[in-house]
């Protein structure tokens, strides 16, 4: 079966117009499903059953394990007020801070508010030589 050129171009055109027209087809297809599943999400009664879904999920996944109330803490008394005093004393016992800085630091802090008046000049007495210093005698022999 031979077919003549401008039998075969008419088939081509044919073929091409079938394909173009499916290609439309395709498109609306699915822009139809696109816009159907947008609309369907979006709906008010979806985004409450989902929120329900993930809230119920979250409850189940992370909601079983409770951990049990920790007991009160009971309060030590003399003995643990006495070992927390010993345990700050070591603390401050350090080489780094020493009792000694502590104790300038507690002083200076002390005094700092306290201004004192500088004492008056005093005269210097003029004392007589002795005998001694004016023989020109030394007393060690």
């Known amino acids: 079966m031979k077919l003549s050129l401008h039998e075969l171009d008419q088939e081509i055109d044919e073929i091409e117009a079938r394909i173009a027209a499916e290609r439309l087809a395709l498109e609306d297809a699915v822009t ?32 079983r ?13 003399i003995l643990g007020m006495l070992t927390g005093v010993a345990g700050t004393a070591l603390g401050l016992m350090q080489p780094k801070f020493g009792v ?6 507690a002083a200076s802090r002390a005094f700092s508010g306290r201004k004192t008046k500088p004492a008056p000049p005093r005269p210097q007495a003029r004392s007589a030589p002795s005998a001694v210093a ?5 007393s060690y022999r």
């Open 134 to 138: 004016r023989s020109g005698a030394s």
């Open 32 to 63: 139809g499903c696109t816009n159907s599943l947008r609309d369907t999400v979006a709906s008010p009664k979806t985004l409450l059953a989902l929120a329900g879904v993930g809230f119920a999920m979250g409850k189940f996944m992370f909601g």
């Open 65 to 77: 394990n409770q951990p049990e109330p920790q007991p009160a803490a009971k309060k030590a008394g």
């Open 100 to 105: 000694g800085s502590i104790a300038r630091w």
